[in-house]
């Protein structure tokens, strides 16, 4: 892939999505080059949203993939850049 692809995936309700989230990014995982998982935290607990950043890296038909099996995910949002 010659552009470099960046995917903002914002989970709004982790305890319901986070399982999901995790099985598709370990399904492809060999085309995510970079991931930062960011998360608000409460004083007493985890809170309930999360952004993960993911620099994918491959073919751009399994990168799309990817994208639209996490737009799948009710509570699960994405904003993407291609450069």
Do not use: P
């Amino acid at each position: 892939m010659s552009e470099i692809r960046i995917l903002g995936v914002f989970v709004s309700e982790r305890d319901k999505a986070a399982a999901k989230v995790q099985d598709i990014l370990t399904k492809y995982g060999c085309s995510i080059k970079t991931r930062l998982g960011l998360h608000e935290l409460e004083l007493t607990n985890c809170g309930s949203c999360g952004l993960i950043i993911l620099e994918l890296i491959g073919d751009v038909d399994e990168c799309l993939r990817l994208e639209n099996e996490l737009w799948a995910i009710d509570g699960v949002k994405i904003q993407k850049m291609v450069f």
